[in-house]
Every structure is written in C-alpha cells, then in structure tokens.
C-alpha cells in the first residue's frame, strides 16, 4: 500500500507541475482588455485620452479577429500623448522577445506618425531607463525606411485602413529584420537611415525591458509626441507580445 500511495503523490505531483508548465508556456492565448488598470495596462495622457471604444465604422480591412472594439486614442494638441502602457515585461531581454505585433487604423494624423510601440529600455541591468526606442510603421518600407524598409518590407500606412504591423520582422529581437530607432544611442537614428532592431540588439546585448515605476509600464502603445500644430485620431487592436521572460505569449484584444 506504501508503494502504491508514494506512485501516486508522484503521479499527481507530476502532473501538477505539467498543469504549472503548461500555464507558464501557454502559447497565443488571448486576453480582452476593456478598461483603465486591467492585464497591466495603464492609460498615460497628456492632452490626449485613451478610449476603449466600438470598431471604427470609416476603417476599411478589419482585422479578422478583431472582435467588436478597439483601443482609441486622441491627442490635441498634438505635442501631447495618449498612450497605453504595460507593466508584465519588466527585465524582458529584447534578444527573447519572440512576438511582437499590432494593427492599426489611423484617421487623423501629421502624414506620418501612426500609433506606435515604444519600449522603455535598460541597457545594463541596474534596472534604470537608458534609452527609449520606437517601431513606427512609416519607417516599415523603402520610401520611408530606406536599407532597413527593405528587410521589414510592410506597409505602406494607409489612412482609414487596418493594417497589421510585425515590429519584429525575425523569430527573436535577436534577428529581428524591422525597423526602429532610438531616443538616445544616436547610432539608431529615425528616418531614411534607420536601422533594424537586431543591430540595436546586437549593439545593447544586455538590454531589457524597464518599467520605470509601478504606475509606467516599459511596453507602450503611443499616439502623439509631434508638433503642437499636429491632430492624432487613430485606432490599434489585438498587440501581441511573447519573450522568453516572462515566459508568455500573449494577444491583447481591445474592447469597449
Ligand atoms: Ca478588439
Ligand atoms: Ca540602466
């Protein structure tokens, strides 16, 4: 009997660790986000508001699983900021991330700016901000992102039209082929010359995701942060993001 009960609380305890795997491993599970402080997501703004609100009826291309609602964000003037911001990622090294991606709709911006992805970043592990860098659609093609635009090869950004954006482009951010730029390595510039995050990894080997406090999460979806003459009206839904710490894989979908 003795044997039989320790082949059985080892049964069991097996299988209560396979449970605990396979929740720690879940692969392309979705969560539905439909208010301030929920999932980790905080609403940040400065002359802008952040909205969970019903699909757009004036964008075209609706994303498949998309559901009813999107997240909505405005700014006016356009040097302030509406941005959603996610706390789980924090100490996630960029090399792991293996998912990121994002769809938008824009209707209103400066010909340029589409909402995009920022992430807050340490580069050497004391757990303070170094540097802040962007994945911006426009940059996502050869017109706008030069050498790199041709290895992301997306878009172009159309008004009043969903479009999905990769902003890894690779099966990591170790290979990442898209394009993004950098606040403060001025060797990661904006524009025709911008480089692929894969460089940026391979620069910043260390680099991580930072939250910079409880309140700011180092994973943001942002609208804004242009000229005070600018206007931003523009819509972005189901933001996946996998990396290996966190061991997670996740799709946010947003709805009102
Ligand atoms: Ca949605
Ligand atoms: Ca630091």
């Keep these: 009997m003795q044997g039989r009960l ?44 952040v909205t969970f609100d019903p699909q757009p009826a004036d964008c075209t291309n609706t994303p498949p699983a998309g559901g009813a609602g999107a997240l909505h964000l405005t700014v006016d003037p356009g040097d302030g900021w509406a941005r959603l911001r996610n706390g789980r990622f924090d100490n996630a090294p960029l090399a792991s991330l293996t998912k990121l991606d994002y769809w938008t709709c824009d209707r209103t911006n400066n010909g340029q700016q589409w909402p995009f992805i920022l992430l807050d970043v340490d580069w050497d592990g004391n757990h303070t901000v170094d540097d802040f860098i962007f994945f911006e659609p426009a940059y996502q093609n050869p017109a706008e992102g030069g050498l790199c635009g041709i290895q992301s090869a997306q878009g172009p950004e159309m008004l009043h039209q969903w479009q999905e954006w990769d902003a890894l482009r690779g099966t990591s951010g170790a290979t990442a082929n898209a394009c993004w730029w950098s606040a403060n390595d001025p060797a990661f510039p904006p524009g025709f010359t911008i480089r692929s995050l894969k460089e940026y990894v391979a620069a910043h080997p260390g680099a991580t995701i930072v939250n910079p406090d409880g309140n700011h999460g180092g994973v943001q979806i942002v609208h804004g942060f242009a000229s005070p003459s600018d206007r931003f009206d523009g819509y972005a839904d189901l933001f996946r993001i996998g990396a290996r710490n966190p061991n997670f894989d996740v799709t946010f979908d947003f709805e009102q």
């Design 6 to 49: 320790v082949v059985a609380v080892v049964v069991i305890a097996a299988a209560y660790v396979l449970a605990l795997a396979g929740l720690a491993f879940a692969a392309g599970e979705t969560q539905v986000v439909t208010h301030d402080n929920q999932k980790d997501w905080k609403i940040d703004v400065f002359n802008g508001t």
